[in-house]
């Protein structure tokens, strides 16, 4: 390989990156923060996918998808009440975009 690879400097959000609009690239930043922490509980609690799902508040297949990645399928409002029932304290800061 001789030919130098071009880099370009992605902005900080993936979803921005890929081409969604400014207002849906930052929600689903936060959905796939939400789900990345709710899914490490998972895996560290040592739990089945049933125990873990009942403790969340959801079904297995619900659990699983969130597991998988289905992004489309948890609003951020599920989201946080997920977190909080894994008893995490989800906090929103709200700062001038740069």
Avoid: W
Avoid at 19 to 37: I, Q
Avoid at 70 to 94: H, Q, T, Y
């Amino acid at each position: 390989m001789t030919e130098k690879l071009k880099r370009t400097r992605g902005s900080g959000n993936v979803f921005l990156d890929l081409g969604f609009d400014k207002e849906e690239a930052e929600n689903l930043k936060l959905r796939a923060k939400l789900m990345m922490r709710i899914e490490d509980y998972y895996r560290r609690s040592g739990l089945t996918q049933a125990d873990a799902a009942k403790r969340l508040g959801l079904a297995q297949p619900r659990l699983n998808a969130l597991l998988k990645g289905r992004i489309g399928l948890f609003s951020l409002d599920a989201l946080v009440n997920m977190a909080s029932r894994a008893g995490m304290r989800v906090e929103l800061r709200v700062k001038k975009a740069a």
